[in-house]
């Protein structure tokens, strides 16, 4: 089992920036995919970005430019850096940990942060 934990979410004015945390219970990084997601009212869950074992990262083209996704291994934490936020990007953040056991894939997720883009 894993629980992650996301916290940095809040209310900023277009053209602000926020840093999201999520802390995992252990240490996961080496075989997880760690990722944000986020699902505004009435959308899909979207992928915003992930950071692989190897440290490969990707990017909605919605975000690119603007949003960076780190890990600091020691701290078993993954941040997501947002910058130039827009209202569009109002939505309730999430992060996930994924890892593929064969054919089968096993997700956890965290509870979410809010994110709020208004002025």
């Known amino acids: 089992q894993v629980q992650l934990v996301e916290s940095g979410g809040g209310l900023v004015q277009p053209g602000g920036s926020l840093r999201l945390s999520c802390v995992a219970s252990?240490?996961?990084?080496?075989?997880?995919?760690m990722g944000w997601y986020r699902q505004a009212p009435g959308k899909q869950r979207e992928l915003v970005a992930s950071i692989t074992s190897g440290s490969t990262t990707r990017y909605a083209d919605s975000v690119k430019g603007r949003f960076t996704i780190s890990r600091d291994t020691g701290k078993n934490t993954v941040y997501l850096q947002m910058n130039g936020l827009k209202p569009e990007d109002t939505a309730v953040y999430y992060c996930?940990?994924?890892?593929?056991?064969?054919?089968?894939?096993?997700?956890?997720w965290g509870q979410g942060t809010q994110v709020t883009v208004s002025s």
């Open positions: 252990r240490r996961i990084f080496s075989i997880y995919v």
């Open positions: 996930n940990a994924y890892t593929w056991y064969g054919t089968s894939r096993s997700d956890y």
